[in-house]
């Protein structure tokens, strides 16, 4: 229905912009929801599809959980807003950073919070720059990051991200420097193996070190699993050869969960799953659910302690947002948590795991599919023309996008990500759901390879 007043033309002519533009949409045309049941979304015809994407891989309780719409109103009712600046915040804001510091690996922290993951992750950046003049080493500046590492939007968290497309803003701003993603299948050498690679992306570390001056450089920001490059656990032994590194030059190493942070990759954090204890972690997502637009910057002892010092000797650090430990945000995050950790969640995530890769494992036995990578509940399948040599489709063809649309059609929403599909279900799915999903997704990649050699 593309009547003038239908949602769909609506969403087209309205002044927002979603992303309505981009040529795969405008073919198919903008889905506009009303609500969700579980895992699935439904517009405004009525059609219910399977988001396996967990929208943007936040909403990991699914779209209508009663106990977080309850906190929600709750506290709404009882506090609805407050800052946190003055030496007043509410109990809420207390309460959810020694939750948070209870949950991270650290004994005790800090922790600041912003509206999203973006803000978290200039948040830190800020920090790092700020103790770095106040410890007399304004040098100390660079802040070393991935090609194809995804940190956000704005004008530092896309220094930070290794993508192309920031070229178009004049990004990285001076001072972002972006080592190899250590992506064995892509990136390896011809007879290298996974042991030598990880060895190779160390040894270039250290070479960017010493090339830059280990005391120009204030921080290394890494994801456990690249999520928006396309879901890429890192090399075997990758944070065990890079961490020494760092700590040998007095670099902190932060991780940035904003995606893996709260079960996705079967355990707390990221970090814990390939087994290193970061400097910071950054949050965000699943922090509150999905439920409410939040971040945080949680800081181990170290950085807490030397910030304090930074505080007293020179001044607070000068920064925060009017909505930083929103009560209604914080009461969200403490009930997520609570429903993650101790409902079930987590233990889903783990549950399902082995199906999940039993089921991606399968689809990559199609001759389309190169390689199937993933960790706990996130997934990528990357499609390529010629198996044997991993050749790509022509990015002119839009595989992924077209798998992706006619995934839809079938009411299944997965994301294309280059030249992969991306598969990042709530924690709440059950095994039906799981298989109805990889049906769906098998139907939809039979038909558009068929497709493109007919
Ligand atoms: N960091 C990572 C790892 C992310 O995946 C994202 C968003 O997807 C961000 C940071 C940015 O978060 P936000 O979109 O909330 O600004």
């Not at 959980?65 to 506290?75: D, E, P, R, V």
């Not at 006619?406 to 294309?416: A, E, F, K, S, Y």
């Not at 799981?434 to 050699?453: I, R």
Request: hydrophobic content about 40%.
């Amino acid at each position: 229905d593309t009547a003038p007043n239908s949602w769909e033309a609506r969403a087209e002519s309205s002044s927002f912009y979603g992303f309505t533009d981009l040529p795969s949409i405008k073919a198919r045309g903008t889905v506009v929801l009303t609500h969700g049941e579980g895992p699935y979304v439904i517009d405004t015809e009525g059609r219910r599809y399977l988001d396996s994407n967990s929208g943007l891989w936040n909403m990991v309780a699914g779209f209508d959980h009663a106990g977080l719409a309850a906190a929600a109103k709750a506290q709404y009712d009882r506090f609805p807003g407050y800052h946190a600046f003055f030496g007043r915040m509410s109990d809420q804001t207390v309460m959810l950073s020694e939750k948070l510091i209870e949950v991270s690996p650290y004994d005790r922290g800090r922790v600041f919070y912003t509206n999203s993951g973006s803000e978290a992750n200039d948040t830190l950046v800020k920090m790092l720059w700020f103790l770095a003049r106040a410890e007399d080493q304004p040098q100390r500046r660079k802040i070393l990051t991935r090609k194809n590492a995804y940190h956000g939007v704005t004008a530092v968290s896309a220094s930070m991200t290794g993508k192309p497309y920031n070229e178009l803003f004049g990004l990285p701003l001076p001072d972002f420097i972006h080592l190899t993603c250590p992506h064995y299948w892509r990136e390896g050498q011809p007879g290298e193996t996974e042991a030598q690679f990880t060895a190779r992306m160390a040894a270039e570390l250290e070479e960017v070190i010493a090339r830059e001056g280990a005391e120009t450089i204030a921080g290394f920001f890494a994801e456990p699993v690249m999520g928006a490059g396309g879901v890429i656990p890192p090399s075997a032994g990758y944070f065990q050869a890079i961490q020494p590194i760092l700590k040998k030059h007095g670099i902190p190493l932060i991780s940035d969960e904003v995606i893996c942070g709260f079960g996705r990759t079967g355990a707390v954090w990221g970090c814990e799953t390939y087994d290193f204890v970061p400097d910071a972690i950054i949050s965000s997502k699943a922090l509150t659910a999905g439920y409410f637009p939040m971040g945080a910057v949680i800081l181990g002892p170290e950085l807490a302690d030397r910030l304090h010092a930074a505080s007293e000797a020179v001044e607070e650090f000068p920064h925060g947002f009017t909505a930083s430990g929103h009560p209604v945000g914080c009461a969200i995050a403490l009930k997520a948590i609570d429903v993650i950790l101790n409902e079930g969640l987590l233990d889903n995530v783990r549950r399902l795991t082995p199906r999940f890769e039993e089921g991606m494992t399968r689809l990559a036995e199609n001759p389309n599919i190169g390689e199937f990578r993933g960790k706990g509940l996130m997934g990528a399948l990357e499609a390529v023309a010629d198996k044997p040599t991993r050749t790509p489709f022509p990015s002119n063809l839009s595989v992924s996008e077209r798998i992706a649309n006619t995934c839809t059609d079938h009411g299944l929403i997965c994301r294309p990500l280059g030249q992969s599909i991306v598969l990042c279900p709530p924690f709440i799915l059950t095994e039906p759901q799981m298989d109805e999903m990889f049906e769906k997704l098998e139907a939809a990649l039979t038909e558009v390879f068929a497709g493109l050699k007919a």
